[in-house]
């Protein structure tokens, strides 16, 4: 009885009493949530052609009210250097962010929305 993570944590109460699930019960129910919701966030995306990650990147520039540099994208991301290139390239394709070189340090790109990728978060 009970839902999907309950039932889990009954098969390992039993097999293996002597170890705490506290914690995992915890992620087992985000992570559950998690996958019950991405189809439908996903799908809102979709209409406004955008993926998930593409959506992460404009959302960041956004809440941070300033051009980022991608050192500080794909750390706030928590993705690797080249996924945030691959998103980079594609939203730039679209029109939707730009880079352009640091007005600070010429070696350094900052990238920000544009207004099209503005208009996308409406």
Not at 79 to 107: F, H, M, N, P, W
Request: glycine fraction near 8%; aromatic fraction near 4%.
């Amino acid at each position: 009885s009970g839902d999907h993570v309950s039932r889990i944590h009954a098969q390992w109460r039993r097999e293996m009493p002597q170890v705490d699930l506290d914690g995992s019960r915890i992620i087992g129910r985000a992570r559950r949530i998690t996958q019950l919701s991405r189809p439908r966030i996903e799908a809102v995306f979709s209409r406004h052609g955008l993926d998930t990650g593409e959506f992460d990147v404009l959302a960041t520039l956004r809440r941070s009210g300033e051009p980022l540099r991608p050192t500080e994208l794909y750390q706030s991301l928590m993705i690797s250097s080249g996924g945030l290139t691959d998103r980079l390239v594609r939203l730039e394709q679209r029109g939707l962010i730009r880079r352009r070189a640091s007005t600070r340090d010429k070696r350094s790109l900052l990238v920000e929305l544009t207004a099209e990728g503005r208009v996308a978060l409406r």
